[in-house]
């Protein structure tokens, strides 16, 4: 079975930074779009970043716009989430997520989804 295990949550303060790395087992992701949600405590699980199968297109929330960057490892199909300028709001459980056609916002039912990884930022 395919297996999605994402790493590099934590603690971390205001205006501090984290990288989240996706690591696939199982199967190659090349030929999939690739992406991150988060939820918190209490609310719907929601869109942070995406990447499209080619790699070549991105998208991000309003929310993270200009502080997160989502890239992917062709080697090993890493997929990252480097979060910079982190606010208190940012803190929810990350999860990484693998379909084969789109992510997309409002839609949940995708194939392949991670364990989750903590992020917590202090004030």
């Known amino acids: 079975q395919v297996q999605l295990v994402e790493s590099g949550g934590g603690l971390v303060q205001a205006g501090g930074s984290l990288r989240l790395s996706c690591v696939p087992s199982?199967?190659?992701?090349?030929?999939?779009?690739m992406g991150w949600f988060r939820q918190a405590p209490g609310k719907e699980r929601e869109i942070v970043a995406t990447?499209?199968?080619?790699?070549?297109?991105?998208y991000y929330a309003d929310s993270v716009k200009g502080r997160f960057t989502i890239s992917r490892d062709n080697a090993n199909y890493t997929i990252y989430l480097q979060m910079n300028s982190l606010k208190p709001e940012d803190t929810a459980v990350y999860y990484c997520?693998?379909?084969?056609?789109?992510?997309?916002?409002?839609?949940?039912?995708?194939?392949?989804w991670g364990q989750g990884t903590q992020v917590a930022v202090s004030s």
């Open positions: 990447i499209s199968r080619s790699g070549g297109n991105t």
């Open positions: 997520v693998a379909d084969s056609l789109r992510i997309v916002s409002g839609y949940l039912k995708y194939n392949y």
């Open positions: 199982g199967r190659t992701f090349s030929n999939y779009a």
